[in-house]
Structures are given as structure tokens and as C-alpha cells.
């Protein structure tokens, strides 16, 4: 009876002693998009975490959303998990995270977490299986899909929002929701058991908008979406702000790691494609503070996010160039939480715990990001070499591959593939033989097009979560082309403008030669 009582006492004790795990992801925050990184919005509250905590001066997520949020909760790069791109609703195509997968509030809730999710999904909901709920979190709040409209929760015209995965009918705006959420969950937590929470936050993804209040704090700011995307991002840190003072309130901050950053980088020069298939995206805003590429590619401005890690008393007040990819999170987190992981070798993101303990610094060892949209966007690190893979994947042509030193030219303004002849041919032979997992197809333009996402706006059909839709027929071979023909002009129409312009001069200039003879 004394060993029995002795195991229980043992076991609380050691459950007790774990930290609080508390990761708050932003959607297309950009490197410039802060003003710890020279950003032009104020944003107090995730400086003061870059500063309070350790700065993550090298952390890189995939290009876009599902891709990355797939890499943070499975520890593997996009060929693994098999999200090789962002989900789009259920009525056009019914995939999600493979659910023999072992994803991160698994690990923590079986080491005797209390686990919660507020905010996006966004990595299935067509089959149950899918949910949050029934991938290791004991609660779940916020949207399934991608970019909902803040103040309606409207996604591809019906109702994105629930509780525990039942359609909530709330007002508010979402930022705050989440936010407000985040903290219920703060101080109604078991004091006996550890918290995992994950608060992922649709700001600042399109539809760009913010509360009045905070719109008139930037009415020095001429250009509307400017001055709202300022808005939301201001309106974003306030929140921010709301979660860690609520750590401060409960006395659990030095009990808590507290991680941030973006899943990718900000919208400012998407491709014109994407722009017809998704057109809310034309109107977003955000900064790399020069980094060349944004969302959707492997471009430094796309990958390399704004990030911090804190633990008070353990890391803070420093700044690191560690490379971490975001597929390191999960075997980190659990190092860092003395959780045990029988293979260490299942994940393909690697535990850099000790390294930001110590500051000892470990280089990338083929680490690989990366997303397959329009593009086929790849990054590879080894060392300090980036090889960059870009190919369309609606064309059988071999790609582009360049490589950079992205530690001595962070601007990429420099290819060495042609200098660093033995490094490139190594890097390359590396990426060809990635092996992939097939969980999602190739994107099938035609169909979304017409069947597509779209953010906010008027509401047709029931709440998405009430699973009452139709899935969509996929069109014709004929009927596709000519739908893409239609894409490719709308795509490039000041090019087609700028040739029909061209070529009637060429042609009128012909007919006054002629006439003059």
C-alpha cells in the first residue's frame, strides 16, 4: 500500500512540475510586420516577448498555412505529413491531417496535460476523424477552414465557428474571440495539471479588417487597406497582450513556455494565378523588410517569420541565430517538458532544447521546407547553404534551382550554383531524391476556381460543421480548359492588354508604310 501511494504521489508530483506549453501562431505575419524588425505598426506585446524571452532570429515555416500547422503538430516536413498545400472547404475536396499520425497534444495530454485549441484548424473537417477534438485536444474553439470574415465568421458563404466542433452562433470579432477564449482557459485551468494550449489566430489574413477603434489610431495613414492592415495588426498584439497578462495574473509565468511566431510570410506580390483563384488575397498588406519572396514561396520572405521563445528564468533576454524549422517545435517542446519519445527518429525536425539552454549553435542538416500551390516552392538547408526549387506544377519542365549563403546574404542577391559547383550538385541530388508522401493531389485550378474559398460576405447555405453540403463534381477535361484558358486571361490580362496594344501598332505602322509607298 506505501509503494502504491508512494507511485501516485510521485507520478502528481512530476505531472506538477512539467511547464505550461502555450503556442500562439499568427496567419501571414511578416518579418517586417513588427516593430522590433523596424515595422512601422506598433506592436509592444510580441517585442516584449522577442525581448523578455529568447529572439528566434532563424526560424523558418513552410509558405503557407495547412502546410506549416501540419509540420507543427506532426514534427514532419510537408513530404511525410502529406499537406503539401492549403485545404480548401469541404464541397471541393475532403482531405485532412492522416489521422495515423501522432500529433502534439497527443504526446502532451498522455504525459497528463490538460489540452485546448482556440483558434484555426484548418487541416480537415470533412470526416470527424479530423477534428481537433478527436486529435488529442479536450476542447476546441475558433474555425475550421481558412480566412473567415472577422466580424461574420463567414467562410465560402456559411458560418465557420463552434465549440467543441458544434456551430457557435457569436458576435464579436474574431481576433478578440480567440484571444478572450486563450484566457477562460488560462484561469480556469486544473492547478494540478500542466496546460498545453494552442492559440492559432486568423490575423492578419485576408479579408483585412479591424475594429473602428483600432482603425482610428492610424488615420494618419492615407490608404484604407494600409491603415486597416495596421489596424488588425495592432489589434492582433492587443490581444497578444491579453494572453500574457493573464499568464502574469494566474502566477504562472515562470511555469510556462510561451512560444510565437508566423506560419508563413505576409501577401504582397502573389502570383497572378493564385490572385484569379483566390482574389481576397489582392487586397492584403504586409512587409519581409526586403525580404525577396512572400506567401506561398520558398523565398526568404516567404519562410523566414518573426519568432520567439520564452520561459522566465530559463530563456529570456537574449537573442539566437539558431536555425529552427517549424517541424522542430514538437521535439523540442517535448524535450524541453522531460516528455519521453520512445524514437526520437520518427520526426524529422530535430530537438534543439539544449542548444537555446546553452546557446551552442547546431547548423541544418538538410532540413526542408516548402509547399506545392501553382508552384512547386522548395527550400533545402545544409550548413549555411539555402537551395531554392521552383517549378510550375501544371507543367512537365524540370524547374529552377538556385543556392544562396543565406547567413552572408540574407537578401538572396547572389545564386553560387555556379561557383559552388560540388555543394549545389550534393543539395540538389538530396532534394530529387525526397521521397513523398501522397495524401493531397496536385491542385486542380479549374475546380477551384469554381468551386473555391471564399471570406466573409453574404451567407447561403447552413454552418459548414452541420455537414449538410454537397460535394462538387470536378469538370470535364473540356469544360476545365476552357475554364483555365478563361483563369490564364483574367491572370494576365494586362500582358494580353499590353500585346493586343503592341501588336495594333506594329500593324498600323505596316498600313501607313505601305499607304506612304
Known amino acids: 500500500m506505501k509503494v502504491l501511494i508512494f507511485l501516485i504521489l510521485f507520478v502528481s508530483a512530476s505531472i506538477y512540475s512539467k511547464p505550461n506549453v502555450i503556442i500562439i501562431l499568427t496567419d501571414d505575419l511578416g518579418w517586417g510586420d513588427v516593430s522590433y524588425h523596424g515595422g512601422h505598426i506598433p506592436t509592444p506585446n510580441i517585442d516584449a516577448l522577442a525581448k523578455n524571452g529568447v529572439e528566434l532570429n532563424r526560424f523558418y515555416a513552410s509558405p503557407v498555412c495547412s502546410p506549416t500547422r501540419a509540420s507543427l503538430l506532426t514534427g514532419l516536413h510537408i513530404f511525410n505529413h502529406g499537406i503539401i498545400r492549403p485545404l480548401a472547404n469541404p ?19 498522455e504525459a497528463g496535460y490538460q489540452t485546448a485549441l482556440s483558434g484555426k484548424w484548418h487541416l480537415g473537417m470533412h470526416l470527424e476523424e479530423y477534428w481537433p477534438t478527436n486529435r488529442g485536444f479536450d476542447q476546441s474553439y475558433g474555425h475550421m477552414l481558412g480566412g473567415i470574415g472577422y466580424f461574420d465568421h463567414v467562410h465560402s458563404s456559411r458560418l465557420d465557428w463552434h465549440r467543441n466542433e458544434e456551430p457557435l452562433f457569436e458576435d464579436g470579432y474574431s481576433t478578440e474571440l480567440i484571444a478572450n477564449e486563450a484566457v477562460r482557459i488560462i484561469e480556469t485551468k486544473d492547478p494540478n495539471r500542466p496546460l498545453f494550449l494552442y492559440v492559432a489566430f486568423n490575423a492578419p489574413h485576408t479579408p483585412i479588417q479591424a475594429p473602428d477603434k ?4 492610424f488615420s494618419y495613414i492615407e490608404d484604407p487597406l494600409d491603415r486597416a492592415y495596421a489596424a488588425n495588426v495592432n489589434a492582433l498584439d492587443a490581444e497578444i497582450g491579453k494572453i500574457i497578462y493573464a499568464i502574469e ?19 504582397f506580390d502573389i502570383n497572378p494565378i493564385i490572385a484569379v483563384l483566390a482574389p481576397g ?30 520561459w522566465k528564468g530559463v530563456l529570456d533576454n537574449s537573442k539566437s541565430d539558431q536555425y529552427i524549422f517549424v517541424q522542430d517545435l514538437l521535439p523540442t517542446l517535448l524535450s524541453a517538458a522531460e516528455i519521453e519519445v520512445s524514437d526520437l527518429k520518427v520526426f524529422d525536425g530535430t530537438d534543439k532544447w539544449q ?18 500551390i501553382v508552384f512547386d516552392e522548395r527550400a533545402l538547408f545544409n ?8 517549378k510550375p506544377v501544371m507543367l ?6 538556385s543556392l544562396f549563403n543565406v547567413n552572408d546574404d540574407p537578401f538572396e542577391s547572389k545564386d553560387l550554383s555556379k561557383i559552388e559547383v560540388e555543394v549545389f550538385n550534393s543539395m540538389k541530388a538530396t532534394m530529387i531524391g525526397m521521397k513523398q508522401r501522397e495524401v493531397i493531389p ?40 476552357l475554364i483555365m484558358v478563361w483563369v490564364m486571361i483574367q491572370a494576365f490580362k494586362y500582358y494580353w492588354i499590353g500585346f493586343i496594344l503592341l501588336l495594333t501598332g506594329v500593324i498600323f505602322t505596316i498600313r501607313k508604310l505601305r499607304a506612304s509607298k
Open 91 to 109: 464541397t471541393a475536396e475532403q482531405y485532412g491531417l492522416p489521422v495515423d499520425l501522432k500529433i502534439m497534444p497527443q504526446f502532451f495530454k
Open 442 to 481: 496536385l491542385i486542380d485550378p479549374a475546380h477551384f476556381y469554381n468551386y473555391g474559398d471564399t471570406e466573409g460576405g453574404a451567407v447561403i447555405g447552413s454552418p459548414w460543421l452541420e455537414m449538410d453540403y454537397e460535394i462538387s463534381e470536378h469538370p470535364s477535361p473540356t469544360k476545365g480548359f
Open 355 to 372: 542548444n537555446l539552454v546553452t546557446g551552442a549553435l547546431q547548423a541544418p542538416n538538410n532540413d526542408f521546407v516548402g509547399a506545392k
Open 383 to 390: 550548413d549555411e547553404w539555402k537551395l531554392h526549387f521552383r
Open 214 to 217: 483600432n482603425i482610428e489610431l
Open 396 to 401: 512537365d519542365v524540370e524547374g529552377t534551382y
Open 249 to 267: 495574473d494566474q502566477g504562472i509565468l515562470e511555469e510556462t513556455i510561451i512560444v510565437f511566431f508566423s506560419d508563413n510570410g505576409p501577401v
Open 281 to 310: 488575397l489582392v487586397e492584403a498588406r504586409g512587409s519581409t523588410a526586403g525580404l525577396p519572396g512572400s506567401k506561398t514561396s520558398a523565398r526568404e520572405g516567404g519562410i523566414r517569420v518573426p519568432a520567439s521563445i520564452m
